[in-house]
């Protein structure tokens, strides 16, 4: 059985001396054994018997300038005359229409809740739960055939190519469920969507970590998790003429393929990935792209990066599946999977389901209305993510972010647990609910889609992004369809208090398993991070 891997904080890095080298201090054992990669500070390390191993041992990347990775000084334009920090505009737009792909997956997440009973109704099957429950779920099991295609396909076609192919399920599926008259045409209608939002889930964040200059990286990531936030606000909005309408869900679902036409056309004007256009071989085109995105003065450095994990990784366009089982590959994506195992069995789905239950014990019956508490508690919660980014760092913000989750756990456990007054105990759960969902949104949400990528080598991303995704899908699938289940055979407290646990563990493991990718290039990490990295050397 191989040995679940770790990603470890580095030290701080010791001062530079006057000669350019770092001073190692006579009690860092490992120091002195092994040579760090000095430009990025980061290392990795192998625990298979309480015994560290450095992975990145004699790889030194070039030196720190001025106590900082050269990489953050990627933006060049950051400042115009005024002091204003606009490096992140010149990737915003193309980062943008990316994200309107998300946007789509929170519309679809939002689109089903309110209006099923009315489709039920129309379409012949009311009444019938597992037959509704096919119908909302039918979308993840699309999903996950999507995302498990789409490092092949981004391999092959780029980035471009294939967001514009993903629109064709997300336009197809969408007209086929506003016009189904059978179930039949519906349930397929439901695939095709999931299809191609199983795709975009994977291309978004990868491209975002592609084109985003090093220094804004997670702050543009995080528009992933705002798009969705806005998407799921959007369906609740448009939701709500359903109550007094029951043909409205037609519109709702013709509303849904419009965004598709949006991000096809608007990819016929985004860049190409620079570092795919290197892989590619199209170096030229990749030069291009670095300078209007990231400055004229990255060129050089950027292209030099790239040719150098090209080189070491291979200069063909297709992976291959079984490359993910070696290393560095087979640890990131271990990691990959845990991170997005450990985030749904931390009971993101089940606390939205029993918030409209929670909200209506208060007075707020409205379902609509509580349902609109939550989507903007989120997304503030990622309003304060995109900040926080790139300054506090995404290890930190995990743990924080699973802290507070669980926290929140123990504070609607005890209020279900002791005898309390009852007003009091029905206002404890709806401040433990949104601490809970803002929490989330912090870190749990945007960081663990932003934080793979980073983690992944140039050639696998795509396989690795997509086997990670596959495994949040089939959480997100169990969760749904054995969360009542051990609810009414357990009770509410028991089942909370998993998701309290589960949130534990994932701090945990954040804390001990991943490295701070802040403020580092794609390729440092890479380069830090791989033991058989054999780039050349200058």
Known sequence: ??????????????????????????????????????????????????????????????????????????????????????????????????????????????????????????????????????????????????????????????????????????????????????????????????????????????FISEVAPTKYRGTLGGLCQIGTCLGIIASLFLGIPSEGDPHWWRTMLYIASLPGFFIAFGMQFAVESPRWLSKAGRVDESRVVISNLWGESEVERAVEEFQSVIRNDGSDLNSEWSELLEEPNFRVACIGGALFFLQQFAGINGVLYFSSLTFQDVGITNGALASLVIGITNFAGALCALYLMDKQGRQRLLIGSYLGMAVSMLLIVSTISFQLDEELSHNLSIVGTIAYIFSFAIGAGPVTGIIIPELSSNRARGKIMGFSLAVHWVCNFSVGLFFLDLVQTFGVAPVYASFGAFSLVAAIFSKYFLVETKGRSLEEIEMALNPNFHGSDK
């Open 1 to 206: 059985m191989r040995a679940i891997p770790v990603l470890r904080l580095p030290v701080p890095p010791p001062p530079i001396s006057a000669v350019g080298r770092r001073s190692i201090p006579p009690s860092c054992t490992l120091c002195r054994h092994r040579s760090f990669p000095s430009r990025s500070g980061l290392r990795a390390v192998f625990h298979p018997a309480k015994k560290f191993q450095v992975l990145a041992a004699n790889k030194q990347l070039p030196e720190l300038k001025n106590g900082k990775s050269e990489s953050e000084g990627v933006s060049v334009r950051a400042e115009d005359s005024d002091g204003l920090d606009i490096g992140w505009l010149p990737a915003f737009p193309h980062v943008l229409v990316a994200s309107m792909s998300n946007f789509l997956f929170g519309y679809h997440i939002g689109v089903m809740n309110g209006p099923i009973i009315s489709v039920a109704r129309e379409l012949g099957f009311d009444g019938n739960p597992i037959l509704e429950g096919l119908v909302v779920s039918i979308f993840i099991v699309g999903a996950f055939l999507g995302s498990i295609s789409s490092g092949s396909l981004l391999d092959k076609l780029g980035f471009r190519r294939t967001f514009q192919i993903a629109t064709i399920p997300l336009i197809v599926g969408g007209l086929l469920s506003a016009q189904a008259h059978t179930l039949d045409e519906i349930l397929w209608g439901r695939f095709l969507v999931g299809l191609g939002i199983g795709v975009n889930t994977v291309l978004v964040p990868i």
